[in-house]
């Protein structure tokens, strides 16, 4: 458990668990992030990833542990709701796997609509600033078309440009290349790396070991219930200090 909160670190996860009915995904497994820190998650599937990614902006809740989230209280079986909710949304940003735009909405709606419904912001403001984001991914010109009319690719740009709208302090990538080819998903990792060099902290749970090794200031390697290890990614990644990570790493690199 995390006892007394450190304010240097934007992210403190004490002892967290989680279970569904009789299974245990994960045990124990605490972590600091830093302001500005990228941290890379890896490890085999099933062992947990996405799910605590989930528990870090209370798409689930943890049955254990506590965490402090951008300055925001979360311990087990706490449910946030009403204002505290909307702060954690709009503080932790969240990109996945799958992209989950919202496929009756414009692209340009698709990145409107979080503006208006948790910060309030006005038509226009919400308006300029989804233009300008959309910009910045390069799909200004696809603004008026549906989810459905875009590549993956395009379409994981839209949702990048959408959770970057409320301006969070931290964002959450699940896997944001794992759909897409793999030229494709440089053109996503290549945004990612620009957000990193902007500051931004970020959790990425990802296959990719070039950006975890290149991106990642710090690697986390999970698996049999909890945190395997973590620490310097090319530390962790030329000497493993775990079987059970270096037979992972053997099928990854
Ligand atoms: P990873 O992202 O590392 O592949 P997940 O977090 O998706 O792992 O899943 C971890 C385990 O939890 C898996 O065994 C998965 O089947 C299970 N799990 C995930 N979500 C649910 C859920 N909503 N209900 C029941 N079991 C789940
Ligand atoms: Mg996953």
Redesign the pocket.
């Known amino acids: 458990m995390v006892a007394e909160h450190n304010p240097d670190y934007i992210l403190e996860i004490g002892s967290l668990g989680k279970r569904f009915g009789d299974k245990t995904v994960f045990s124990d497994v605490s972590l600091r992030v830093r302001a500005g820190e990228v941290c890379s998650i890896i490890g085999p599937?099933g062992t947990g990833?996405?799910t605590f990614l989930r528990c870090i902006n209370q798409l689930e809740t943890p049955d254990s542990g506590n965490m402090w989230v951008a300055g925001q209280y979360i311990e087990a079986g706490m449910h946030l709701s009403g204002s505290d909710l909307i702060q954690l949304r709009r503080n932790v940003g969240m990109v996945f796997q799958s992209f989950n735009l919202f496929p009756n909405m414009s692209v340009l709606q698709n990145v409107v609509f979080p503006q208006q419904k948790v910060l309030s912001r006005s038509a226009e403001e919400s308006r300029d600033k989804a233009m300008d984001l959309l910009g910045k991914v390069g799909l200004a010109d696809r603004a008026e078309a549906k989810p459905m009319q875009l590549s993956g690719g395009q379409q994981q740009r839209v949702a990048i440009a959408r959770a970057l709208a409320l301006e969070p302090k931290i964002m959450l990538f699940?896997?944001p290349t794992s759909a897409l080819d793999p030229e494709v998903g440089l053109d996503i990792l290549n945004i990612m790396r620009d957000l990193a060099k902007s500051g931004m902290t970020m959790l990425v749970?990802t296959h990719e070991m070039a950006f975890a090794r290149d991106v990642g200031d710090h690697l986390v390697v999970m698996g049999d219930g909890g945190i395997l290890e973590e620490g310097d990614p090319d530390q962790i990644m030329s000497h493993p200090s775990k079987e059970r990570t270096r037979r992972f790493l053997r099928a990854v690199l």
Do not use: P
Request: charged share 50%.
């Open positions: 599937s990833k996405s699940d896997e749970v």
